[in-house]
């Protein structure tokens, strides 16, 4: 197999300046339903638009992607000319530019970060939860459809990431390079990048966390597939909840098929036939081209394209949807399959993007925006008879923000000025109000957890904004709920008597609160990457601050007992835990690889073995002599004394765990999800929680009063 080359191209960035504006972080909770989900929303721009010449006198002016964060502000991707050159731009929740990224709202690359002479095509931006993004698309060669694959990550201010390929952009060149289009980004902030090459079978390559060809992927990071044996291509891609990545192939009979692969890039077995579903119309129309793939939430797969009735005919733009092994979805329109309507020029649906309520609502490239209910029909209450035009504009990236407004991104018809609409949507649905599970064997099901009974010392819930909420007998202090923070709240932790508590932001500022005393901050430091986790000393009397590339910074009697900041990391650092002595600390990445320093001792990791979700939280148990890891999907892991008294990964949950902390006995343990549901597990008492509570920021951490 020819190799495919791994260029390290550096950035060149636009100066922007260096003054740094604090911006306050604009919450939006859900308001009333939407009457008319299609109504422009008042409260962005003029009417709901937005229009803007960019930031260069390029002659291409449109936006390819959009994503939303939690608080409402919307991060954009764009070209700037036909050389290379592209921006990212981060805009508040009223829609003006957010100048506390990159210091006027935009970070510049330009065309000599990328090597090549055509226009740079962005297609994902991941947020991570401290506000960083990984960007991933293709540029192309001239004025042809053949294509590079490029990725990049930003920190939260839109610096440059130096962790990520050394702040270089990282450019996957195949020796013959052909027509390339599709990307994701896994929750382990692992990029996946279409890369095919001419007179080849499709192929695809996998980044680490670090930017660099994953070698636990395919072979040396490049997986090859072929369906008919013949010249192949790779065209859109998505990486389901499992990690499991999907993508859309066209082989050599000229027939669309949806391909599944395992997390090591082999194919699924258990996805429609061994790993492969070809996409044919019931009706025995053919399927001229595929426009999109999207992931739902349930698990189910929908594929947005243009299909053919029979030869001669109008093209049409239709939508079918398949559950999650591959069948059809029988309760999907008509048997799976929905037709939307006659699209000239061969324009089917260019991009689509799940809305609340199992909707499916999609942008055709002839300005057309549709919407279809979880049963496939047009949504009546959409539009006119679930669908509306934008006159002239058109729609290249959709995204719905956390309040369910729809963000549709593009230019207008020539290409000529950016645009954004932003309509009133649909309101997202409450959280669920599941109660938490107790303790029971694996193969029973675990009963409703009993009504709250303050007679424990109680925890705190801290939400990204710093708002506090109380449970039990955990008194409130005072929050940061209702200050401007320069960065969001990332971490926090108790004080040993109960009695307080400190918060830190992304920005290494910190907040205390009770007896917890200020004992220092990063807030004024120039980071090499955001703040992701405080540990508090056994006194009391300090703490340490910890970095996403495993810095560590010392405050009051917290000792340095050494970092990992000058290592190569596989993943991040997410988190830590101080030894009952004070003497050391460990910490823990997102593949569960551990780092002990001072006397804390290695009692095991999971950074040798594939998660299905990463790992975002660790707890040590009162000896010392062993911890406990959480993932995402609530799974945990136990090593040394910790004992396993069950997880939440079997749940289903429809948010993702976030925080866990342990019982006084080490009997038990709580996992908690970012919208405050509490799953307790062995002897750890249930306070109550927040399912069903409508936040304006979601959870970040919970805090046991009392410390072991």
């Known amino acids: 197999m020819s190799r495919l080359r791994l260029l390290h191209r550096s950035f060149v960035v636009a100066a922007v300046g260096a003054l740094a ?10 308001g009333g339903a939407a009457t008319t989900p299609s109504a422009p929303d008042p409260s962005f721009g ?5 229009t803007n010449t960019g930031p260069g006198g390029g002659a291409y002016r449109a936006y390819d992607v959009v994503a939303t964060m939690p608080d409402g502000r919307q991060v954009y991707g764009a070209a700037i000319d036909l050389d290379g050159s592209f ?30 002479d055509g226009r740079t095509l962005l297609e994902t931006i991941h947020l991570a939860a401290d506000g960083g993004m990984t960007i991933v698309g293709h540029s192309a060669i001239g004025s042809t459809d053949n294509a590079v694959g490029v990725a990049t990550r930003l920190l939260a201010d839109g610096s440059l990431d130096p962790t990520y390929n050394g702040g270089d952009v990282v ?16 929750a382990l902030g692992r990029a996946y990048i279409v890369v095919n ?21 395919g072979t040396a990071g490049i997986q090859t597939l072929s369906i008919t044996g013949g010249n192949e291509y790779c065209a859109h891609l998505r990486v389901d909840d499992d990690g499991r990545p999907l993508v859309l192939v066209y082989d050599n009979v000229e027939s669309w098929n949806l391909v599944r692969l395992l997390a090591d890039g082999s194919v699924d077995p258990t996805f429609g036939t061994l790993g492969t579903v070809e996409i044919a119309p019931l009706d025995g129309g053919t399927v001229s081209s595929v426009a999109n793939l999207l992931g739902l939430d349930d698990g189910s797969i929908v594929v947005a394209l243009v299909r053919l009735t029979n030869p001669g005919a109008n093209s049409r733009a239709a939508v079918v949807r398949y559950s999650s092994d591959g069948n059809l979805d029988a309760g999907f329109g008509t048997g799976g399959w929905t037709d939307v309507g006659v699209a000239t020029n061969g324009g089917g649906s260019q991009v689509m993007v799940e809305a609340p309520g199992s909707r499916v609502v999609a942008a055709t490239e002839l300005g057309l925006i549709y919407a279809l209910t979880a049963a496939g ?22 995204a719905v923000d956390s309040s369910g407004r729809i963000v549709a991104a593009g230019g207008n018809n020539d290409d000529s000025v950016f645009i954004v609409r932003r309509f009133e949507g649909w309101e997202p649905p409450p959280p669920s109000t599941t109660t938490s599970p107790t303790t029971a064997p694996p193969t029973t099901p675990a009963p409703p957890a009993p009504a709250p009974t303050p007679t424990s010392p109680g925890y705190w819930m801290v939400a990204q904004d710093g708002g506090v909420f109380s449970f039990g007998d955990a008194p409130f202090f005072g929050s940061t709920g209702n200050l401007a923070l320069n960065q969001p709240i990332v971490g926090a932790a108790p004080t040993p008597s109960g009695g307080g508590y400190w918060f830190v932001a992304a920005d290494g500022g910190v907040f205390s609160f009770g007896d917890a005393d200020f004992f220092g901050s990063a807030g004024d430091l120039a980071l090499n990457q955001p703040i992701v986790a405080m540990i508090p000393t056994t006194s009391g009397n300090g703490y340490w601050l910890l970095a996403r590339d495993g810095g560590v910074f010392s405050y009051g009697d917290a000792p340095f007992f050494g970092s990992t900041g000058n290592l190569a990391l596989n993943q991040p650092i997410i988190g830590g835990a101080a030894t009952p002595s004070g003497n050391g600390y460990w910490f823990v990445a997102a593949d569960g690889g551990i780092f002990a320093f001072g006397d804390a001792k290695f009692y095991g990791s999971t950074g040798d073995i594939t998660l299905n979700q990463p790992i975002v939280a660790m707890v040590a148990t009162p000896s010392g002599n062993g911890y406990w890891f959480v993932a995402r999907d609530g799974g945990v892991f136990n090593f040394g004394d910790a004992q396993f ?21 080490a009997k038990g343990y709580r996992i908690v999800s970012d919208d405050g549901a509490v799953y307790t597990y062995g002897d750890a008492a249930y306070d109550g929680g927040l399912a069903g509570v409508p936040l304006a920021q979601p959870v970040i951490a919970a805090l046991p009063r009392v410390v072991r």
């Not at 450019?171 to 896994?186: F, H, Q, R, T």
């Open 21 to 30: 504006v604090a911006t306050a972080l604009i919450a939006t909770a859900p």
């Open 46 to 50: 003029t009417n709901g638009r937005i």
């Open 87 to 116: 921006f990212v731009e981060r805009r508040l929740a009223d829609g003006t530019l957010d100048l506390s990224f990159s210091g006027d709202g935009r970070t510049i690359f330009d065309a000599s970060s990328i090597g090549v």
């Open 171 to 186: 450019v996957i060149e195949p020796p013959d390079l052909m027509y390339s289009k599709g990307s994701a980004v896994d």
């Open 197 to 217: 090459e001419e007179g080849s079978a499709c192929r695809i390559a996998r980044l680490d966390a670090g930017g660099s060809l994953d070698p636990t992927f």
């Open 377 to 398: 029909d047009l949504d009546p209450a959409f539009g006119t008879g679930g669908s509306f035009s934008i006159a002239a504009d058109v729609a290249y990236a959709l």
């Open 645 to 665: 008294f069950g997880s939440a990964s079997d749940l289903g949950l429809t948010h993702p765990v976030v925080s866990m902390t342990g019982s006084l006995s």
